[in-house]
């Protein structure tokens, strides 16, 4: 496993809660079989159908940037190998996650079942459209790089909710950037720092 002090000292991580979901959350588990050697290297891995599961640093530093309370309804964008969703239900059971990519939805299911996830909350579909049946969010986090802010997430932000999302180009470097909805519904974003991550697919149709 990822340890506490792994996490804490090499990546720079102090959120104590974060640390405790790293550390109780076996990565190797969502890592394919021939990878296993490879699971608690702190760099992205494949997973299949070009889709990868991010480095830890990035699982940890996007948790913290989240920063998910108890109770709160977190949906994420781009379930992957399931370990962000899985991360995210040591802070609240709360947790909805959408994947586009039908294989890995069905690889995932089983998997999240362990930590109380059934299907009504690990669903295939469009994740760019979010999930308007189960909204508002108090919390929105996108594992995939998206080259605007999809205006059907912000609209499914609750006030005083935040949603940490990667913005730019395919193939390129992006930007981490924490976005916040006000009680009155003004949206505020900042950039944090540079990543690397795969492209949000689906969307409306052009």
């Known amino acids: 496993m990822v340890s506490s002090r792994a996490v804490q000292e090499h990546l720079g991580i102090r959120n104590q809660r974060v640390l405790e979901a790293m550390r109780a959350v076996p990565r190797h588990w969502f890592v394919p079989q021939n990878m296993q050697r490879e699971a608690y ?31 709160e309804k977190i949906l994420e964008i781009g379930t992957g190998s399931g370990y962000q969703a899985a991360i995210l239900t040591k802070f609240t059971p ?26 009504q909350r690990v669903v295939q579909g469009d994740g760019y459209f979010g999930m308007e049946k189960a909204a508002p969010f108090d919390g929105i986090i996108v594992t995939a790089a998206a080259d605007h802010i999809p205006p059907p997430l912000l609209a499914q932000l609750k006030p005083g909710g935040r949603m940490v999302i990667p913005i730019g180009p395919v193939h390129a470097t992006q930007r981490l950037v924490v976005v916040t909805k006000d009680a009155s519904g003004k949206t505020r974003s900042r950039s944090v720092h540079p990543v690397r991550f795969v492209p949000l697919t689906g969307g409306p149709r052009r």
Do not use: C, N
Not at 48 to 65: D, H, K, N, W
């Open 41 to 71: 290297a702190d760099r992205p891995l494949p997973i299949g159908y070009g889709q990868t599961i991010s480095q830890p640093f990035i699982v940890a530093t996007m948790t913290e940037l989240l920063d998910p309370k108890p109770g």
């Open 94 to 119: 709360d947790v909805y996650t959408i994947e586009i990519v039908e294989p890995l939805h069905r690889q995932v299911l089983p998997r999240l079942q362990k930590f109380g996830l059934g299907p």
